[in-house]
Nanobody, 118 residues
């Protein structure tokens, strides 16, 4: 069974940085995309960043381009989201997720809270 466990959330002032980690276990992810989503109160869950596990190609939502960086460590089976220049509107629960190349995101972590104070 696939397991995704996030860590690294917390409270930070605007302009600060946080690094989220996602520990991945239970399957070989060479044919998977890994994504970071977020959901703020009263809003839909949105895809923030995505990485192809094999090739390392990435996607970013416009709202985080130039500020967030997604990466993966094959040896550690982990995915990271480095978040810089944080803004109050980045406040949300952040989720790590996985999907096969042609599928939908169907494996989710429990989420980690990120709060950015102004």
């Amino acid at each position: 069974q696939v397991q995704l466990v996030e860590s690294g959330g917390g409270l930070v002032q605007a302009g600060g940085s946080l690094r989220l980690s996602c520990a991945v276990s239970g399957r070989t992810f060479s044919r998977y995309f890994m994504g970071w989503f977020r959901q703020a109160p009263g809003k839909d869950r949105e895809l923030v960043a995505q990485i192809n596990w094999s090739y390392g190609s990435t996607y970013y939502a416009d709202s985080v381009k130039g500020r967030f960086t997604i990466s993966r460590d094959n040896a550690k089976n982990a995915v990271y989201l480095q978040m810089n220049s944080l803004k109050p509107e980045d406040t949300a629960v952040y989720y790590c997720a996985a999907k096969q190349l042609l599928g939908s995101y169907d494996h989710w972590g429990q989420g980690t809270q990120v709060t950015v104070s102004s």
